[in-house]
């Protein structure tokens, strides 16, 4: 299964909000994860289940979607929201399939 | 809370096999759940290299199948990855992780940069 996100960079100025989008080439229900990876460091779990928050994810991150369209929503983006965001799909595997990223950055 | 450290030479040759051992602490790698590896080249996106359960039963990328093992050894609480015949396009950033109770990742080693190079 392919992932596709977009766009590839999204500018956005601290406190507004942003929207990344995640399609899949085929539906995957809702088994669709989001990460946040910063310079330097693994990436973090946000999102699982298409819409459920990680352990200690703050709730200006939410998910949503279900078969091939999803959709990341970072409210009153905060200066350590800067990031890469990553979706992937574990609906059907192997492989399991990371989509190519979005880069948020400071407008 | 689960730890997971990468430990493995950080050069390798052309054609030769890369291998990383993945030291997990404060979790027992015999309570179950999925360890993975996941890479990232330089620069670029996450790629998933395989998967290996408890039972020893392992799943991989049919773009690495043929060049990669991962093992588990629950005596020494750790798994290991290996990569025969590797060439410049392996080099990246490789992490170990946990799944949850689906194969996603909740836990994740800081990475190890492992460059292919003569």
């Known amino acids: 299964i392919v992932m596709t996100q977009s766009p590839a960079t999204l500018s956005v100025s601290p406190g507004e909000s942003a929207t990344l989008s995640c399609r899949a080439s085929?539906?995957?229900?809702?088994?669709l994860a989001w990460y946040q990876q910063k310079p330097g460091q693994a990436p973090r779990l946000l999102i699982f289940?298409?819409?459920a928050r990680a352990t200690g994810i703050p709730a200006r991150f939410s998910g949503s979607g279900s078969g091939t369209e999803f959709t990341l929503t970072i409210s009153s983006l905060q200066s350590e929201d800067f990031a890469v965001y990553y979706c992937?799909?574990?609906?059907?595997?192997?492989?399991?399939?990371f989509g190519g990223g979005t880069k948020v950055e400071i407008k | 809370q689960v730890h997971l450290q990468e430990s493995g030479p950080g050069l390798v040759k052309p054609s030769e096999t890369l291998s990383l051992t993945c030291i997990v602490s404060?979790?027992?790698?015999?309570?179950?759940?999925?360890w993975g590896w996941i890479r990232q080249p330089p620069g670029k996106g996450l790629e998933w290299i395989g998967n290996?359960?408890?039972?020893?039963?392992?799943f991989y990328n049919p773009s690495l199948k043929s060049r990669v093992t991962i093992s588990i050894d629950t005596s020494k609480n750790q798994f290991s990855l290996r990569l025969i015949s590797v060439t410049a396009a392996d080099t990246a950033v490789y992490y170990c992780?946990?799944?949850?109770?689906?194969?996603?990742?909740?836990?994740w080693g800081q990475g190890a940069l492992v460059t292919v190079s003569s």
């Open positions: 992780a946990r799944s949850l109770g689906a194969p996603l990742f909740g836990y």
């Open positions: 404060d979790y027992s790698i015999s309570s179950g759940y999925y």
């Open positions: 290996v359960f408890l039972s020893g039963n392992s």
């Open positions: 085929q539906s995957v229900g809702f088994n």
């Open positions: 289940g298409a819409s």
């Open positions: 992937q799909q574990y609906n059907d595997w192997p492989p399991l399939t």
